[in-house]
């Protein structure tokens, strides 16, 4: 519940909405077409593990604004929440086969990408950094609560 408030706070910031700070410029909104498309431009600036990447036209219309429309940047912030769910999720599924290589690939990518994310959301970028510090212990509770938390609007790509 608390990581779904951060997303509202951070998509809300987005749009000039909740910050603190005078923006210069609201942000553009974005109508289910146009969320779309930036859905896919900006997939391919994210690295996915094998076998977890989303099927980007469900991702849009279960993360998009419906009818309504949503403020440019948005899109951002969904892709970083499924990348961290697929590498979260990847991490566990390598950890259950014994895969030491996509392990070890997974704990990289959960300790040095995954806290870069939402620089407007340092409790989210907090939460990041703990979460692989716990998986690199070996204790991966936080990981699968991320995942319990925001995953399931996620289809993987087949």
């Known amino acids: 519940m608390e990581r779904h408030i951060v997303i509202v706070t951070a998509l809300l910031a987005l749009a000039g909405c909740a910050s603190a700070q005078p923006q210069p410029q609201p942000a553009r909104l974005l109508d289910p077409q146009q969320y779309a498309k930036a859905l896919g431009d900006k997939y391919s600036a994210f690295s996915w ?17 419906g009818d309504g429309k949503v403020p440019e940047g948005a899109e951002r912030v969904v892709l970083e929440i499924t990348n961290s769910c697929a590498w979260y999720a ?4 390598a950890r259950q086969r ?6 070890a690939r997974a704990l990289k990518v959960m300790a040095e990408v995954l806290p870069t994310f939402s620089p407007e959301d340092p ?3 907090r939460y990041a950094r ?11 509770t936080q990981a699968a609560d991320y995942v319990t938390a925001n995953c399931d609007a996620v289809k993987w790509s087949e």
């Not at 990847?90 to 599924?93: A, C, K, N």
């Open 49 to 65: 593990p094998e076998g977890r990447e989303p099927d980007l036209s469900v991702l849009a219309e279960k993360s998009g604004p």
């Open 90 to 93: 990847s991490w566990e599924d």
């Open 98 to 103: 014994g895969d030491h290589v996509s392990v």
């Open 123 to 125: 409790d989210g970028q």
């Open 130 to 140: 703990e979460t692989a510090a716990k998986a690199k212990a070996g204790d991966g």
